[in-house]
């Protein structure tokens, strides 16, 4: 699976950015979980969301309840993070991926065999 993610900019606190992952070529998230990771200088890697792309069950890290929410779209083999009401300390690197974790393990980036090019987002304050 080859994954392309875009979306990423600048923008200032209070706002909202969509960030999109989409399959490329012939491929297709069929049977996976789409996750979003991200990373930030001198930090590691953390959990954002992910969603089932079968059945649709979504996970949202803590972090981001009630300002990110993933979405899927299946015609354009595309998922989404729409980011809202975005705080200066979102600003990292966000990096989709594909994998089939079980749900206790859908928060580990163990879990993804597949992953995208990274998209900046900087938030200001």
């Known amino acids: 699976v080859q994954l392309q993610a875009s979306g990423g900019g600048l923008v200032q606190a209070g706002g909202s950015l969509r960030l999109s992952c989409a399959a490329s070529?012939?491929?297709?998230?069929?049977?996976?979980?789409v996750g979003w990771f991200r990373q930030a200088p001198g930090r590691e890697r953390e959990f954002v969301a992910a969603?089932?792309?079968?059945?649709?069950?979504?996970y949202h890290a803590d972090s981001v309840k009630g300002r990110f929410t993933i979405s899927k779209d299946y015609a354009k083999n595309t998922a989404y993070l729409q980011m809202n009401s975005l705080k200066p300390e979102d600003t990292a690197n966000y990096y989709c991926?594909?994998?089939?974790?079980?749900?206790?393990?859908?928060?580990?980036?163990?879990?993804?065999?597949?992953w995208g090019q990274g998209t900046q987002v900087t938030v200001s304050s």
């Open positions: 969603i089932r792309w079968s059945g649709g069950n979504t």
């Open positions: 070529g012939r491929t297709t998230f069929s049977g996976y979980t």
């Open positions: 991926a594909a994998g089939r974790p079980i749900a206790s393990t859908v928060r580990a980036d163990g879990s993804y065999y597949y």
